[in-house]
Structures are given as C-alpha cells and as structure tokens.
C-alpha cells in the first residue's frame, strides 16, 4: 500500500509498504513513518493518507482513507501550515482559531448537504523536527466529482443553462452560510465542484483564510484570497461582506463563460469588466453577473437570496383575452301600458282607417271574399303597429289624413262604391269612415274595461 508524507518540503514523499496490503495488518499496525524524513504517516492512528490532491499558499490537500470505518472510507485530509516563522504566542492563536473554524464548519456540514461534512481536526506534533513542530490538519468528506476548474479544462466553456445551473446551487449555500454568519472568501472555480450525481458542492471553507489573516501579514501573503476573483475591499485588506463572495463568485461564471482568465477580462484602466462579447448569454444573465461585479459593494446585489429573484424567470403575462363578440342588438317588443288617451286616440284611429280601408276594397275589388280577408289583415297590420309603437302620437293623425285624402280624390275609387254613387262621395266617405271610428273606440273602451276587471281580479 501507498502512504503519502504529509511533512511540507518533503523530498521523497511517496512511502510503499507492501505489509499494508494485509488487511489485518493494516488495521492493527500502530504506526509508519517516512522512509526518507521520518514524519509519522498514519495521522493520529487512524487517517492513511494515499494520495497528494492538490497545494495552495498556506496547505496541502490529500486523499486518504479511515481505518476505523467497515469500508474504509475515503476522505480529505487537509494541512495548514501558517507562513512565516511564528513566534509560541502567534502558534497558539493560529491553533486556536483553527479549532474554532473547524467547529463552525462541522456545523455548516451538518446542517447542509452540499457542504461536505467535518470528520476530525486535530494536531501532529513532529518529533524529528529540531523544535517539535505542529502541523494543524481537518478531515472532511471526498466529493467524487470534478471541480469546475478541471471542466473547463476538459469540456472548455460553460453553457448559459449550464452555468445558470452552477450558479443558482451554489447561491443557495453562500445563502445558508451568510444566514449562519460565515463568509467564504475564496470562492473560485477550483473550490466548486460537481459530485457525479449532478449537485454541487462548494469546497474549502478556509479555516486557513481566518488564522492567515490573524497571525501573518494580510498584505503580503498569497492565502488570504485568490487573484483575479477577490474584490477590492478584500484585496486592500477592509472589511468583507457578503457581497464579496458574490463578486468572487460572479468572476468564477465570467471564467467559466469565456475561457479565460479574470486577469483578461478586467480593464484596470478603465476599472470595468469587459467580458460580454466573448460569452453567448442573455441580456438579463449578464446585467445580473455585472451587478455581482460592482466596484463597490453597496452597489451589488446584497444577498444572494437577491441574486436568485434576480436569476428567476419572469412570469409571462398570459395573453389578452380576445373581447366577446359584441352581440347584435335586436330590436326587442316594448311591452308597456297604454295610457287611457291611447287607448280612445287608437280606437278612433283603428275604427276610422278601418272604414278607409274598407271603401278602398269594395272600391277596387267589390264585396268578395278576398277584398273582405285583405281588409282584415290590413286591420291587424295597423293594430299590430300601434301595439309594437312603430306609430303612435303624430304619426295617427297623418297616417288618417294621408288615407282620408287618398280615398277622397280619387275618382275611380268614389264611383265605384255602392254607398257612395250619390250625393257627396268625399262626404259620405268621411261619415262612413267616422262611424266606424266610433263603433271601433266604443269596442276599445269595452275591451279596456274587461282588462282591468281581470286584472284586478287576478
């Protein structure tokens, strides 16, 4: 079996024990050491560290497997060696603040799933070394996935779905974290990684990034943030926010949409980004990724629960409903009560035209059948004229007097009526024509009379 040292400096670091591949000897063995510097390799007695995963300013990250777990489980152990030659006092605030960040950061794992889980922190002390050398280590949970760094390196640049993907999970724990009074402070796309089932996990919560900051100098060490995705406040030392993990975060997607470094991509004479000709996005992505890249952090976005309603589709106005067919207006019966002057000026009417109309027949079709049924509907045109208003008031008057004239002048109508042949035919036409008037309102106001007893009644 392979042991990895974890001593910084070490020259042949690559130990192999052929011993080690017997289970029971793997288990059992209480210690190995370096074959070339003696540093002791089983990490308190239980994490085999096997293989170097990756180096930073102020550490080294190493795959390694737990001997007290049924399967051995694999998982990261990770070293901090604060920079500098550091006096006691300093070791023991760098010690402490290292046990302090592992406690938050075993409860940021615990309490979400895509931050992984702290399993141990704990100390080495070397006992080869000249002045007993500490060496501060955590062990976390392996991800087995591949970092967004190591993507774009394989499949080169990020998609817009894609990278919206990314961004939105990631979002959510920088929200979790921010809510739980954490700020992570080296977002970059080698600390986002993508597990083999799809979810992303963000990486490296940087205990090493406090106790840099508090025992080393903050303006020349290399650990404190990563170039080109820090903000400014972070890289002149002040205050960090929430919204400096936000502008980290937003040059991690510019990186991932181009392919190319934030270095690049950053006018510094102009003090802008200048990033969207090189990146196939949308116009709301980019306003959102350029908020994210303000100079000042007063002017981003200062959540990132801001940031995910900014990313959220906006709800499509349903379309307009066509209006309803406007219906024709129909001329409808206009039913009312007649007043009792209507009732006597339509009988008079009625009775008066009705004698009209019947000169007119036996006039110019004689007293047959046919002149008897076309004077009976004439009759009930004009009653049922009156009955629907098509005339009324005026319009009676002139109607009988156009009638009465008609018949009146017209010679071949007055000669040819029986009942008019002697005397005065205009005369006669206007008695006969008045009689039925009477008769007829006589016939009116008797029907009127019955109308209002039964109804009444009813």
């Excluded at 020259?11 to 017997?22: C, K, S």
Aim: hydrophobic share 45%.
């Amino acid at each position: 079996m392979q042991l990895h040292c974890t001593r910084p400096g070490c020259a042949r670091p690559v130990n192999h024990f052929a011993d080690l591949d017997d289970p029971n000897i793997l288990k059992s063995v209480p210690q190995k050491f370096c074959m070339h510097c003696g540093m002791p390799l089983i990490l308190v007695g239980r994490y085999l560290p096997t293989k170097l995963l990756g180096q930073g300013g102020f550490g080294t990250a190493f795959l390694a497997r737990d001997r007290y777990t049924p399967g051995m489980r694999s998982c990261v152990v990770k070293q901090f060696q604060p920079s500098g030659n550091l006096k006691p006092a300093q070791l023991k605030v760098a010690q402490d603040l290292f046990e302090r960040e592992a406690e938050v950061l075993e409860q940021l794992g615990r309490e979400h799933p895509q931050i992984p889980d702290l399993f141990a922190f704990f100390e080495v002390t070397d006992p080869n070394s000249p002045k007993n050398a500490k060496f501060f280590y955590l062990v976390q949970e392996y991800i087995e996935g591949q970092t967004l760094e190591a993507e774009l390196v394989q499949n080169g640049r990020f998609s817009e779905s894609d990278m919206r993907n990314a961004l939105e999970q990631t979002l959510k724990i920088l929200e979790f974290v921010h809510e739980n009074g954490s700020i992570h402070r080296d977002i970059k796309p080698s600390n986002i990684m993508r597990h083999q089932n799809g979810r992303f996990y963000l990486l490296d919560f940087g205990a090493v990034k406090f106790v840099t900051k508090a025992v080393g100098n903050i303006q020349s060490s290399t650990g404190i943030y990563s170039a080109g995705f820090a903000p400014p406040e972070q890289i002149s030392g002040s205050q960090v926010f929430p919204a400096s993990d936000l502008y980290a975060l937003a040059a991690t997607c510019v990186m991932l949409l181009t392919g190319k470094s934030p270095q690049d991509l950053f006018d510094s004479y102009n003090n802008q980004w200048n990033w969207r000709k090189q990146a196939q996005v949308s116009s709301q992505f980019a306003d959102v990724l350029d908020r994210m890249l303000r100079h000042a952090p007063a002017e981003r976005f200062q959540s990132a629960t801001e940031v995910l309603a900014a990313l959220a589709p906006k709800p499509t106005p349903p379309p307009p409903t066509p209006p309803l067919p406007t219906p024709t207006p129909q001329r409808s019966p206009i039913i009312s009560r007649f007043s009792t002057l209507e009732w006597i000026g339509g009988s008079i009417f009625t009775g008066f035209e009705a004698g009209i109309l019947a000169i007119a027949m036996v006039s110019l079709l004689g007293t047959t059948l046919i002149s008897a049924t076309f004077w009976l509907m004439l009759v009930g045109i004009l009653l049922l004229a009156q009955y629907w208003r098509f005339i009324e008031k005026i319009d009676l008057v002139i109607l009988a007097g156009v009638s009465l004239l008609t018949v009146g002048f017209v010679r071949q109508l007055n000669e040819a009526g029986e009942f008019v042949r002697a005397g005065h035919p205009a005369l006669n036409v206007l008695i006969f024509a008045g009689l039925t008037a009477l008769v007829a309102l006589a016939i009116g106001l008797v029907f009127r009379l019955i109308f209002n007893l039964v109804s009444r009644l009813l």
